[in-house]
């Protein structure tokens, strides 16, 4: 199990940027997949960005060209950086986390983007 604490998150205007981070309590060199989802108040849960520890990265359609994730390994750390913010992207953001097979969420932080 790895434990996962989010920061950053919270109210930005359309167009703006926000930055958001996940400490992981482990090696993230050892964690297969880390990254963000979110999901929106009646809606299913979505994939945003993973990064993959052979070195890819996958991000969901509606945030391509957008967001973009990145890890840094000596501080255990994967954040999203989400700029030109639409409101739709307004959700609870969640980091999330592979390890030894098993899905790991954090608690998540809320993203609002006002019009």
């Known amino acids: 199990q790895v434990q996962l604490v989010e920061s950053g998150g919270g109210l930005v205007q359309a167009g703006g940027s926000l930055r958001l981070s996940c400490a992981a309590s482990?090696?993230?060199?050892?964690?297969?997949?880390i990254g963000w989802h979110r999901q929106a108040p009646g809606k299913q849960r979505e994939v945003v960005a993973l990064?993959?520890?052979?070195?890819?990265?996958n991000y969901g359609d509606s945030v391509k060209g957008r967001f973009t994730i990145s890890t840094d390994d000596a501080k255990n750390t994967v954040d999203l950086q989400m700029n030109s913010l639409k409101p739709e992207d307004t959700a609870v953001y969640y980091c999330?986390?592979?390890?030894?097979?098993?899905?790991?969420w954090g608690q998540g932080t809320q993203v609002t983007v006002s019009s």
């Open positions: 999330f986390a592979t390890y030894n097979g098993y899905a790991n």
């Open positions: 990064s993959f520890s052979f070195g890819d990265t």
């Open positions: 482990v090696n993230i060199r050892s964690i297969y997949s």
